[in-house]
């Protein structure tokens, strides 16, 4: 509830490697692919879903440079990134007005203001996304956190997910060379299909924190039974303990069965974006990438949905007393209606609708 910012969160998370978990092995990093890098956000969210977000944010901004970067921009940037053991952020939010990029001979100079910039106050690195004055060009920059140009508003102030530091994040005439604008060769952008996976990737990630969020409420759910809800004695079924209260046990099978069945369609979700995010950029088509987003969209609506009945009726079958702050299980329901909220679920629902009854496939936008 404090709000604070999660810099011992974030020394723990370097320290146990997750940071550069996706890093190349030649430069100390974890070499892993996306398929794991999704179940460790999951694990991560299942004990702190405001952490879990921190870290799949990470991941994405991370792999910001080989979604739309040339080849030497990727080497670059991940080498820098793996042995520096750095954190990414990012000031990029569709909702409001871009960034404006003026020119300046070889180098760009972003300004402008962003309402929400995740874990940019503990980042190392801070994506960059604005329009180029008088264009409707968009570029992309990654660059030093520590600046006089980057300036956070601390006013992250929400229901929950209240460790991200999402709060917003003014841009100071940032300069960036127009050799780091990533995906840019003499100034002309390089365009590919792979480059459009940015959105299903970021959504598989808030889906993968949805499923820990929703397990860790199960879990201390769980455990609060076992150890101090009492049996109701007034229902003509008496039980010395609430373990053996028949709505008590057909809740918890309830719940588990529903996220067994999430988790099973998470990790089939997962392995086919990985596969795509790991081969090679020139083969994806837009008909392959508008099936993963297709799929990615009905995992996130299913848990959605599913991990907010969960942090609901834990409290149901915790018992009154379970509703007291001291008891915090709150927290998992206040942490998915926050971020449940990012953009509007029955939109992603009629993405599969339209899948299902007519075959198209999402026209790659900022939500699909």
């Known amino acids: 509830r404090a709000g604070a910012s999660p810099h011992q969160e974030v020394a723990l998370l370097k ?13 100390g990093g974890g070499g892993q692919t996306w398929e794991t890098a999704y179940k460790v956000i999951r694990a991560v969210a299942r004990g702190d879903g405001s952490i879990g977000q921190l870290l799949g944010y990470h991941y994405l901004w991370a792999w910001a440079a080989r979604l739309v970067g040339t080849d030497a921009q990727i080497a670059g940037v991940e080498e820098f990134a793996t042995t520096g053991n750095l954190l990414f952020g990012g000031a990029v939010n569709p909702r409001d007005s871009d960034l404006v990029i003026r020119e300046d001979g070889d180098d760009l100079i972003f300004s402008g203001r962003k ?7 503990v980042s190392d690195l801070t994506v960059l996304e604005g329009v180029l004055e008088g264009t409707d060009t968009h570029v992309f920059a990654i660059v030093p956190t520590d600046q006089p140009g980057i300036v956070f508003g601390h006013d992250w102030d929400s229901l929950g997910q209240r460790l991200t530091e999402s709060g917003s994040v003014e841009i100071r005439d ?35 924190f949805y499923q820990g969020i929703a397990e860790g409420a199960l879990e201390t759910g769980a455990a609060y039974t076992r150890s101090t809800t009492r049996a109701w004695p007034y229902g003509g079924d008496d039980k010395e303990r609430a ?9 918890y099978g309830q719940l588990q069965s529903k996220l067994w069945a999430s988790e099973a369609l998470l990790d089939r979700v997962g392995a086919q974006i990985s596969a795509v995010l ?11 990438r508008g099936e993963i987003a297709v799929r990615v969209a009905a995992a996130k609506a299913r848990i959605a949905e599913d991990g907010l009945e969960v942090g609901t009726r834990i409290l149901e079958l915790t018992g009154a007393r379970a509703s007291s702050s001291k008891a915090g299980l709150d927290i ?37």
Not at 179 to 199: C, E, H, I, M, R
């Open 115 to 121: 309402s929400f910039s995740t874990g940019g106050v």
């Open 332 to 368: 998992f329901w206040r942490n998915l209606r926050t971020h449940t909220l990012h953009d509007p679920i029955p939109y992603k629902r009629r993405e599969v609708g339209r899948h299902v009854l007519l075959g198209e496939i999402p026209e790659p936008t900022w939500y699909t």
């Open 243 to 251: 373990t053996d209260e028949w709505y008590v046990l057909e809740g």
């Open 278 to 288: 790991h081969a090679p950029r020139e083969k994806l088509t837009e008909r392959k």
């Open 15 to 27: 320290h146990a490697g997750l940071v550069t978990l996706l890093g190349p092995a030649e430069h």
């Open 174 to 208: 940032v300069r960036v060379p127009w050799a780091d604008a990533a995906g840019f060769v003499d100034k002309v952008f390089q365009p590919l299909v792979y480059g459009t996976l940015n959105v299903p990737a970021i959504q598989l990630v808030f889906a993968n």
